[in-house]
């Protein structure tokens, strides 16, 4: 499930993540946020940033058990 998370502190300052998307997808799907909201202070990209989107990751079936 594709989520785009805002969380706003006490003093305002509002934090947005995403969730279940791959590559740059999660940048493009949060602009129109980060176009109303101003200014962007910092940015950290987690791991999924770097997945490539169009490639599935591999599933492995549990063998044991």
């Known amino acids: ?3 785009i998370i805002l ?3 006490d003093d305002g300052e509002v934090r947005i ?3 279940g998307f ?3 997808a999660c940048l493009e799907e949060a602009q129109f946020i980060k ?4 200014k962007e202070l910092t940015r950290n990209l987690t791991p999924a940033y770097y997945q490539d ?3 599935k990751a591999k599933r492995y ?3 044991c058990g």
């Open 17 to 19: 993540e995403t969730r």
């Open 61 to 63: 079936l549990n063998l």
């Open 53 to 55: 989107a169009k490639k």
């Open 22 to 24: 791959a590559g740059k």
């Open 7 to 9: 969380d706003v502190s």
């Open 1 to 3: 499930m594709k989520q």
């Open 35 to 38: 176009d109303l909201l101003g």
